[in-house]
C-alpha cells in the first residue's frame, strides 16, 4: 500500500489559477522528487524538482524550496512554469486550440535510502495525481472574426457591457493567440485575438506589415465591441509588445492602455519572421505604404548579426547595445511611447535571452517620465 500521497488544490481550474501542492507520508528526512508532464501541442513538456520532507514526513511546494531541479524556489507553480520541451518534442507551449485543456501528471517518488540517519531509511515509494487547467471556462464564447479583412477570434465572458476590452497580439511565430485571450475572458475581460500574419488568408511573414491593419482592427473594436472606456486595450508579447507600444504612439486616440509583454523599445528589422526576400534587416512595418525605419536598418553600429548563429566577436558583445550606437537611426527607430497619455504596463524578463525586454521596458518609462506622464505606469 502506499504510503506517499499527493494532494492538489484545485486539481481542476482555470490556467491562470495558482495550484496548491502537498506531500504526506513520506519517510521523515527523506527526499521526494517530483516530476510533471504536460502533454502539448508538439509533444510533452516537462519540469522535475527534489524535496526534503519534514520531521513529520510532509512537504508544502509553496514553503518548501526545492534541494535540486529546474528551480530553486518555493513555488509549486515552479513545476508548471519551469517545464521544458522534451527531447523531440515541437511546438509552443500553449495549445492552438484554446477549447483543449492542458493535463499534466504529477509523479511524486522517494529516493529510497534517504531519510534521517538514526531511523530506517527510504523505500521506493511512488504516487500520482491529475492535474487539468482550462483555458476556456464556462460561460465564455469563441467566435471568429473575418470583418472589413480582419482575422482573429474573439472571446466574451457571460456578463453585461460594456466590458474592459484587449486587442491580443501574438509575436514573431505570427498566427492567432485564442490562448492568452481566452484566459483573458475567463477574467471578465473581453478579449480579441487578432492575427496579423500566418493566420488565415494573411501573408506568411511579418515583414511589411501595414500599420493601417491595425487601425482598421481598433476601430472595429470600438464601433462593434462596447469596450468599457469606449476604446480597447492593446496587447501582445515580443514583436506584439514592440507592436502593441507602436500602436499606442501612432494612434494614441484610439487606444485605452497598453499591456506589453517582453517588449522592444524601437522598431526593428523584421529579423527572423523576415520575408526571405528582405532578410533579417528588412522593414517590419508601413505607414502610408511606406517602411518605417528600423534599428537595423544600414546600422553603423553593427558590424556582425547572430541570427544566422555567426558568433559574436567576442563574449562581452551585445548586437542590441551595438546598435544603439548609430544615434543618428536610435533616433529615426524609437517609439515615440510619449504620445502616449494612457496607462501603460510592460513584463519582462531580465534574463531574456531573445532580446533586452528589460532594458526596452525601462527606457521606455524613463521616456515617459521624462515627458511629464501622469497616468499609471507599471513594470
Same mark, same amino acid.
Given at each position: 500500500m502506499t504510503a506517499l500521497r499527493l494532494h492538489v488544490t484545485p486539481a481542476d481550474g482555470p490556467l491562470w489559477e495558482r495550484r496548491a501542492i502537498l506531500i504526506d507520508g513520506a519517510t521523515p528526512g527523506s527526499l521526494v522528487t517530483v516530476r510533471a508532464t504536460t502533454a502539448r501541442d508538439g509533444g510533452v513538456w516537462a519540469a522535475q524538482a527534489t524535496y526534503?520532507?519534514?520531521?513529520?514526513?510532509?512537504?508544502?511546494?509553496? *514553503?518548501?524550496?526545492?534541494?535540486?531541479?529546474?528551480?530553486?524556489?518555493?513555488?509549486?507553480?515552479?513545476?508548471?512554469?519551469? #517545464?521544458? /520541451?522534451?527531447?523531440?518534442?515541437?511546438?509552443?507551449?500553449?495549445?492552438?486550440?484554446?477549447?483543449?485543456p492542458?493535463?499534466?501528471?504529477?509523479?511524486?517518488?522517494?529516493?529510497?535510502?534517504?531519510?534521517?540517519?538514526?531511523? /530506517?531509511?527510504?523505500?521506493?515509494?511512488?504516487?500520482?495525481?491529475?492535474?487539468? #487547467?482550462?483555458?476556456?471556462?464556462s460561460g465564455v464564447t469563441r467566435t471568429e472574426i473575418r470583418d472589413h479583412g480582419l482575422v482573429g477570434t474573439l472571446f466574451r465572458?457571460?456578463?453585461?457591457?460594456?466590458?474592459?476590452?484587449?486587442?491580443?497580439?501574438?509575436?514573431?511565430?505570427?498566427?492567432?493567440?485564442? *490562448?492568452? $485571450?481566452? #484566459?483573458? $475572458?475567463?477574467?471578465?475581460?473581453?478579449a480579441l $485575438?487578432?492575427?496579423?500574419?500566418? *493566420?488565415?488568408?494573411? /501573408?506568411?511573414?511579418?515583414?511589411?506589415?501595414?500599420l493601417e491593419y491595425f487601425e482598421t482592427a481598433l476601430g472595429f473594436v470600438i464601433d462593434e465591441l462596447d469596450p468599457a472606456g469606449g476604446r480597447p486595450l492593446v496587447s501582445g508579447q515580443s514583436r506584439g509588445g514592440e507592436l502593441s507600444l507602436l500602436l499606442a504612439a501612432t494612434f494614441p486616440e484610439l487606444v485605452l492602455g497598453v499591456v506589453a509583454f517582453v517588449p522592444a523599445a524601437f522598431v526593428f528589422g523584421a529579423q527572423g519572421a523576415a520575408d526571405p526576400a528582405d532578410g533579417w534587416d528588412g522593414p517590419t512595418?508601413?505607414?502610408?505604404?511606406?517602411?518605417?525605419?528600423?534599428?537595423?536598418?544600414?546600422n553603423a553600429g553593427v558590424t556582425w548579426q547572430p541570427w544566422n548563429d555567426e558568433p559574436a566577436p567576442t563574449r562581452h558583445r551585445d548586437v542590441y547595445v551595438d546598435?544603439?550606437?548609430?544615434?543618428?537611426?536610435?533616433?529615426?527607430?524609437?517609439? /515615440?511611447?510619449?504620445?502616449?497619455?494612457?496607462?501603460?504596463?510592460?513584463?519582462?524578463?531580465?534574463?531574456?535571452?531573445a532580446w533586452p525586454s528589460s532594458m526596452a521596458s525601462r527606457m521606455v518609462f524613463a521616456t515617459l517620465a521624462r515627458h511629464g506622464h501622469t497616468a499609471e505606469r507599471l513594470h
Open positions: 526534503l520532507a519534514d520531521d513529520d514526513g510532509r512537504i508544502d511546494l509553496d *514553503a518548501s524550496p526545492p534541494v535540486s531541479g529546474d528551480y530553486r524556489t518555493a513555488d509549486a507553480m515552479g513545476l508548471f512554469w519551469s #517545464q521544458r /520541451p522534451e527531447q523531440g518534442t515541437t511546438g509552443v507551449p500553449h495549445p492552438a486550440d484554446a477549447t483543449r492542458l493535463r499534466t501528471t504529477l509523479v511524486a517518488r522517494t529516493e529510497p535510502g534517504t531519510g534521517h540517519l538514526d531511523a /530506517p531509511p527510504a523505500v521506493v515509494d511512488e504516487t500520482s495525481t491529475d492535474i487539468v #487547467q482550462r483555458l476556456l471556462v465572458p457571460a456578463l453585461d457591457g460594456p466590458l474592459p476590452t484587449v486587442i491580443v497580439m501574438n509575436g514573431s511565430g505570427g498566427g492567432i493567440n485564442e *490562448a492568452r $485571450a481566452a #484566459q483573458y $475572458a475567463s477574467l471578465g475581460i473581453q $485575438a487578432l492575427g496579423y500574419f500566418r *493566420a488565415p488568408g494573411l /501573408p506568411r511573414y511579418i515583414s511589411r506589415t501595414p512595418w508601413t505607414r502610408d505604404g511606406e517602411p518605417l525605419e528600423h534599428l537595423w536598418h544600414d546598435g544603439l550606437h548609430d544615434r543618428d537611426l536610435v533616433a529615426a527607430s524609437r517609439i /515615440p511611447v510619449e504620445r502616449f497619455s494612457g496607462p501603460v504596463a510592460c513584463v519582462s524578463g531580465l534574463d531574456d535571452r
